[in-house]
């Protein structure tokens, strides 16, 4: 809601809203190189033409920091809503999806496109309450980028504007104020995870992430064949065959077997599937084709 938006914020939404053409919210993705734009609406971040990443920045959680910068925390839990309590299964996938697109931007050193949003509910209750809707969506001319990513802390930063900035540690600890962000406790649950518990929880978050989308995922693990996940559509027929491999705090190494590197030489549909933070609440996954294997972090047996 208005209310809740810094007045500086606030105030460049107003300039832009009034000077700007009258759209609907759907409208200014559409615009901005959102395909499907009005299926895709109730997402959270998009990839547009040219490989643009799109993002809502709620103006509610925009901080004004030294110089009059602007940033914005980013929790990396996606399990928990941003007023608190737990996400459905398709509000958790909303937010991976959001996740991995932010992540793709930070890897590729690019810089963000936002739409800058308020709500008409308060924003504590913008995922649990059925009337939330948006009040004002604006482009914004700026440029945001994503300036630290801490998995650790479960959290990230974007900045609007030029790179080199960051908050302040008291502008830090006040944003987490304003946005609900919880300080993460100290990582000692990978700590006391076997090894097991960490590939059964990248077992479990693929399989739940591949049935959000209506996939059939089937633990084949147990037969040995070179992969541990069978994904199938309505039909049948298979899409992939994922090889998973689960990393955590202090578990970031893991090997291909045998049967592995065996599969993976005969190629597609094999996949080699990597959860990192597994057992943890920003858990998040990406697939690696067989020629691509090279290039997944922590793997210590190469495909020869």
């Not at 920045?57 to 030294?66: D, L, M, Q, R, T």
């Not at 959001?98 to 890897?107: A, I, M, P, Q, V």
């Not at 077992?203 to 959000?212: P, V």
Request: charge should be neutral.
């Amino acid at each position: 809601m208005d209310k809740e938006v810094d007045p500086a914020v606030l105030a460049v939404i107003n300039e832009k809203r009034l000077r700007g053409e009258k759209r609907t919210p759907v409208e200014i993705i559409a615009r901005m190189g959102v395909f499907d734009a009005r299926e895709k609406a109730s997402e959270q971040a998009w990839l547009a033409t040219g490989d643009n990443v799109i993002a809502t920045i709620w103006a509610e959680f925009v901080s004004v920091g030294a110089g009059g910068r602007w940033f914005y925390l980013e929790s990396l839990d996606t399990h928990h809503r941003l007023g608190g309590g737990e996400r459905t299964a398709l509000q958790a996938q909303r937010a991976k999806d959001r996740l991995h697109l932010l992540k793709r931007s930070l890897d590729g050193g690019l810089g963000l496109r936002a739409v800058l949003q308020t709500n008409r509910v308060a924003i504590a209750d913008l995922e649990s309450d059925k009337a939330a809707k948006v009040s004002v969506r604006v482009q914004d001319d700026q440029e945001w980028h994503v300036a630290t990513w801490d998995a650790d802390q479960k959290v990230a930063v974007l900045i609007r504007g030029p790179r080199g900035w960051l908050p302040t540690e008291e502008d830090m600890q006040a944003a987490r104020a304003r946005g609900g962000v919880p300080v993460a406790a100290p990582a000692s649950a990978a700590g006391n995870a076997s090894r097991e518990e960490v590939q059964a929880a990248a077992m479990d978050y693929l399989t739940r992430h591949f049935a959000g989308y209506g996939y059939k995922a089937e633990n084949v693990a147990s037969q040995k064949l070179g992969y541990d996940i069978e994904v199938s559509d309505k039909k049948g027929a298979t899409l992939l065959k994922l090889a998973v491999k689960g990393t955590a705090a202090g578990m970031t190494t893991f090997q291909l077997t045998g049967e592995e590197r065996a599969c993976a030489k005969r190629g597609d549909p094999w996949r080699l599937a990597v959860v990192t933070d597994a057992i943890g609440p920003a858990a998040q996954h990406k697939l690696y084709k067989s020629s691509e294997v090279d290039k997944a972090p922590g793997l210590e047996s190469l495909l020869e």
